[in-house]
């Protein structure tokens, strides 16, 4: 009887002891985590200690991509405050109902800022460019550009400029208005086939930049999507749900293998995601005459666990003749990436071109009556 006692009194203690030994083993770990939580900063993770950027984030600014007019480098917060309500004011306005006994507009529009000469088209329902400037560190950039230092894009080569002024002659979209005429017969102009437009107008890609890269703020599907894992990054582009597949720690495709998006390659600098992207086609998505040689590289980095920074370098020696810098923050939602279905079908195209067979025939019509034919 007293051996068994001793015995349950021994295994008493010993239970005893594994508990404490237990206990302490559990301290411990939550202080490792707690440290290295403390040293990694106040951010999501995964369980490989890199920053989670996966999630949804919407990119909308009313703060320009290149500064206007203004030397400074901020906005105060009672021009930060100014600029919100205009943006409230215009919303509001642009969503009273129109007038039902309204004239139609002028032939070829009336000029003033909108598409096609301001002929109509959305209003405020349908566009989401967001609602104030965004914000980093406290503070209110005037441009996204922050590198020249004046906020506005670097000089462009003399090659460069000469090839947008014979785009321009032959009808490129660089600021040519539209007159209701075919202004370039008898050609070539902008509008002899599909292949000329460009990808937005086609539904390959969004306009803006909105894919990039780099990715830019437009005038409306401002979401992105980002989905991580230990060997790929993919970003979704609400509009025209155009994916982008990072490979990590990868090597660019061959020199021949091109593509509108170019090639994506990422990997880690400390706490920043940087993905450098060449291998572009003649015509890359980003547009403003870039060529096949443009590298742009991109850096993600957490701010805090709603907010993501999104900083860019471009460099064209085709088109600019120094690289550019541009960064702006990104808010994280639970607001999900919808479907943009971009007309599916195409049949604006249809239309586009037709209307432009019209105005030639016109033209032709006119051209015949002042020869006398």
């Known amino acids: 009887m007293?051996?068994?006692?001793?015995?349950?009194?021994?295994?008493?203690?010993?239970?005893?002891?594994?508990?404490?030994q237990l206990a302490f083993a559990v301290a411990a770990v939550v202080l490792i985590v707690f440290a290295a939580n403390m040293a990694w900063g106040d951010i999501p993770r995964l369980s490989d200690g890199k920053p989670d950027l996966s999630g949804y984030y919407d990119t909308a600014t009313i703060t320009p991509f290149e500064r206007r007019g203004s030397s400074d480098d901020f906005l105060s917060e009672a021009q930060v405050e100014q600029n919100a309500q205009r943006s409230a004011t215009w919303r509001a306005r642009d969503l009273e109902g129109?007038?039902?006994?309204?004239?139609?507009?002028?032939?070829?529009?009336?000029?003033?800022?909108?598409?096609?000469?301001?002929?109509?088209?959305?209003?405020?329902?349908?566009?989401?460019?967001?609602?104030?400037?965004?914000?980093?560190?406290?503070?209110?950039?005037?441009?996204?550009?922050?590198?020249?230092?004046?906020?506005?894009?670097?000089?462009?080569?003399?090659?460069?400029?000469?090839?947008r002024r014979a785009a321009f002659r032959l009808g490129g979209d660089y600021g040519r208005r539209n007159d209701g005429t075919a202004w370039w017969?008898?050609?070539?102009?902008?509008?002899?086939?599909?292949?000329?437009?460009?990808?937005?107008?086609?539904c390959l890609s969004g306009f803006g930049s909105t894919a990039g890269p780099p990715m830019l703020s437009t005038l409306y599907n401002n979401h992105k999507r980002i989905v991580q894992t230990p060997v790929h990054v993919m970003i979704l582009t609400e509009m025209v749900h155009d994916a982008r597949i990072v490979r990590m720690n990868g090597e660019h495709a061959p020199d021949e293998v091109r593509r509108w998006f170019?090639?994506?390659?990422?990997?880690?600098?400390?706490?920043?995601?940087?993905?450098?992207t060449t291998n572009f086609t003649d015509r890359p998505n980003?547009?403003?005459?870039?060529?096949?040689?443009?590298?742009?590289?991109?850096?993600?980095?957490?701010?805090?666990?709603?907010?993501?920074?999104?900083?860019?370098?471009?460099?064209?020696?085709?088109?600019?003749?120094?690289?550019?810098?541009?960064?702006?923050?990104?808010?994280?939602?639970?607001?999900?990436?919808?479907?943009?279905?971009?007309?599916?079908?195409?049949?604006s195209m249809f239309g586009i071109l037709d209307g432009a067979r019209r105005l030639e025939r016109e033209a032709m019509e006119r051209a015949a009556e002042d020869s006398g034919d």
Not at 187 to 198: A, F, H, I, L, T
Not at 263 to 274: A, F, K, P
Not at 313 to 326: H, I, L, Q, S, Y
Request: glycine fraction near 10%.
């Open 2 to 20: 007293r051996t068994e006692r001793t015995n349950a009194h021994k295994a008493g203690q010993f239970n005893l002891i594994t508990w404490i």
């Open 262 to 276: 170019g090639d994506s390659i990422g990997w880690w600098e400390d706490d920043t995601l940087v993905v450098e």
């Open 98 to 163: 129109s007038d039902p006994n309204r004239e139609a507009p002028p032939v070829g529009g009336d000029g003033s800022p909108g598409a096609a000469g301001n002929v109509g088209g959305y209003n405020a329902f349908w566009v989401d460019p967001g609602e104030d400037n965004f914000e980093i560190d406290g503070k209110y950039p005037t441009s996204i550009v922050i590198d020249p230092p004046n906020g506005r894009l670097p000089d462009m080569t003399e090659a460069a400029q000469e090839r």
């Open 185 to 202: 017969y008898p050609g070539p102009g902008p509008y002899d086939n599909p292949e000329v437009r460009p990808y937005p107008d086609r």
């Open 286 to 347: 980003f547009g403003r005459g870039t060529t096949r040689d443009l590298r742009v590289v991109e850096r993600f980095s957490r701010i805090d666990e709603d907010t993501l920074l999104y900083n860019f370098t471009v460099e064209d020696p085709n088109v600019w003749e120094r690289p550019f810098t541009g960064q702006y923050s990104w808010r994280q939602t639970d607001e999900p990436v919808y479907e943009y279905a971009c007309h599916e079908g195409n049949y």
